[in-house]
């Protein structure tokens, strides 16, 4: 037991200030599904509590140390809703007066997005009208995509219905610091019973016949005379039919062709010739890289521009068919045509290609996924391991390590979560502990294509005897002052703190305040002259001292 001589002096003003407000993590923002703790601390006060925009107080934990109170209220799981949130921290400094802070915090989250589309149907010489909305914050970018090839950045996408390659699938990509979401829609552009779409390689003849009588031509909005026609056409002309041919087709010869009725200029049939075409270069290939086991990953492939639009397929080494959704368990083939592994193993590994293919031939591009050794996770206490159990006086801070024995450095973003016997407890590198137990700390390294989770050892710590750290020197103070004495300690698992003024046990009033450790006497008074006493008690082994 440790006693305190408090002697009275004259008194002085105080003035008060606004509390204090920090947040963990820090800058007042989280991602959706994280927690946030709102800590409000004051130094004059004899209460501080969080409430909510409309008033309505919020369940707080309440902590003192050095002469400081702090009210910590946390959000455990955040939610989209609460962005933008609004939040106040009141300290009440005296009966009639209080001083606030308020913050705003953001929840970081990106949901979906979605594309409205005029009209999923058009015909040659209309245009597409696609928009595209997102619910997310930040709030996201947008990509659009068409067969691979980029289309622009805005919301809002129109596209000109110059040719039937314009048909497809469309798809807008919103990215922002959470991640990315896409969202398609199929564009068709539609061909009645006298629309005829041809595709014919190169030097291969051309036939289009068109029924009616006094029938013209156009090539594209020009009129084709059938005495000057151009160099490659011919035409051959019944008393019903009119037949437009191209013996041999060359890249000149390939365009748009109308037959009109009678001089009204009724269109009858309209023809495209198109010759099949495909580039070489992949806007996304798969690339060869070593994999972590049990990683989630997506392998990227979308094909080259190509006409018609080319189509994916997977194949791995040592298959001959084609990979699907049921093929190899744990692999699936996406929308977007990117091969995902939920789990990847050890036989996953192997050279995978991916092929795009049309009418006019076949583009391949192949990636080697190996496998590798996963990071380690260890926790660290002043740079080396912390081994267990371990004990510990007071506040010991432990950090969250991934390494590797790979020659390459890890990329990604790496997510934090502590547990103390099984339950979460932080998602920080670097966790402070004050309290006995068993801990263990995971680490999630994401990127965009890909995640891994590894889960590191367990420690046990345990805090040492409970013992006072120096005595308590005698207290002066003038008469109306306010007075505040701490006693410190180390050690112990739970400690409590019991104050005595003579024999009998302090209890909170209006002018003597206990907060754990510390005494707080408001305007003393010639009463409060004499011995103060701290009982200290830590019940998990009824240490008394």
């Not at 003579?502 to 004499?530: D, P, Y």
Request: aromatic share 8%; glycine share 6%.
């Amino acid at each position: 037991m440790l006693f305190v001589i408090i002697l009275l002096l004259l008194p002085l003003g105080t003035h008060s200030v606004p509390p204090i407000v920090t947040s963990d993590p820090m800058g007042l923002s989280v991602s959706e599904g994280g927690h946030i703790t709102l800590n409000c601390s004051h130094n004059q006060s004899d209460s501080v509590f969080w409430t909510d925009s409309s008033g309505a107080n919020l369940p707080s934990q309440l902590y003192s140390s050095a002469n400081q109170l702090t009210a910590s209220y946390v959000i455990q799981s955040a939610d989209r809703s609460l962005n933008g949130s609004t939040f106040q921290c009141v300290a009440n400094v005296t009966a009639s007066t209080q001083e606030f802070s308020d913050v705003t915090i953001q929840i970081f989250f990106i949901a979906n997005s979605t594309i409205s589309l005029r009209q999923s149907e058009v015909r040659l010489g209309e245009t597409v009208f696609l928009s595209c909305e997102t619910d997310a914050w930040p709030p996201a970018s947008i990509q659009w995509e068409h067969s691979g090839a980029s289309l622009g950045s805005a919301n809002q996408l129109s596209v000109p219905v110059t040719s039937l390659s314009v048909a497809g699938v469309y798809a807008c990509i919103a990215t922002n610091s959470e991640g990315n979401v896409t969202s398609s829609v199929v564009v068709s552009v539609t061909a009645d019973q006298s629309d005829f779409l041809l595709y014919r390689n190169q030097s291969s003849p051309v036939s289009m016949e068109c029924n009616g009588t006094d029938l013209s031509w156009r090539m594209f909005d020009t009129f084709l005379s059938p005495s000057a026609l151009p160099s490659g056409l011919s035409l051959d002309v019944t008393p019903f039919t009119s037949t437009l041919i191209v013996p041999v087709l060359d890249t000149s010869l390939a365009a748009n062709y109308s037959c009109y009725l009678n001089s009204s200029q009724v269109l009858n049939s309209n023809f495209q010739i198109i010759i099949p075409s495909i580039e070489d270069n992949f806007p996304l290939s798969p690339t060869s890289r070593d994999v972590f086991p049990t990683e989630t990953l997506s392998v990227p492939c979308s094909p080259p521009p190509g006409d018609p639009v080319p189509l994916l397929s997977w194949y791995k080494t040592g298959l001959s068919v084609p990979l699907s959704n049921s093929s190899i368990p744990g692999l699936s083939v996406l929308p977007n045509g990117h091969l995902h592994f939920s789990n990847f193993s050890q036989s996953d590994v192997g050279v995978y290609s991916c092929v795009a293919h049309n009418l006019a031939g076949f583009r391949l591009e192949s990636a080697d996924l190996a496998i590798i050794p996963a990071p380690t996770v260890e926790i660290l206490l002043d740079s080396s391991p912390a081994v267990s159990p371990m004990t510990f006086d007071d506040i010991i801070t432990l950090s969250c390590n991934v390494s590797t024995n790979q020659s390459f450095q890890l990329v990604g973003t790496f997510l934090y979560s502590w547990r103390k016997s099984g339950q979460l407890i932080g998602q920080t590198q670097q966790l402070t502990v004050s309290s006995s137990g068993e801990y263990s700390c995971e680490v999630r390294i994401a990127t965009l294509d890909s995640s891994v989770s590894i889960q590191s050892d367990s420690v046990v710590l345990s805090k040492t005897t409970l013992s006072f750290v120096g005595q308590i020197a005698e207290q002066v103070v003038r008469e109306g002052e306010d007075l505040s004495v701490t006693c410190a300690t180390i050690g112990g698992a739970e400690p409590q703190y019991l104050w005595f003024f003579g024999n009998e046990e302090i209890r909170n009033s209006t002018n003597q305040i206990v907060r754990n450790n510390q005494l707080t006497l408001r305007a003393v008074s010639r009463e409060f002259a004499g011995d103060y006493g701290c009982y200290v008690i830590d019940p998990p082994d009824s240490t008394t001292i």
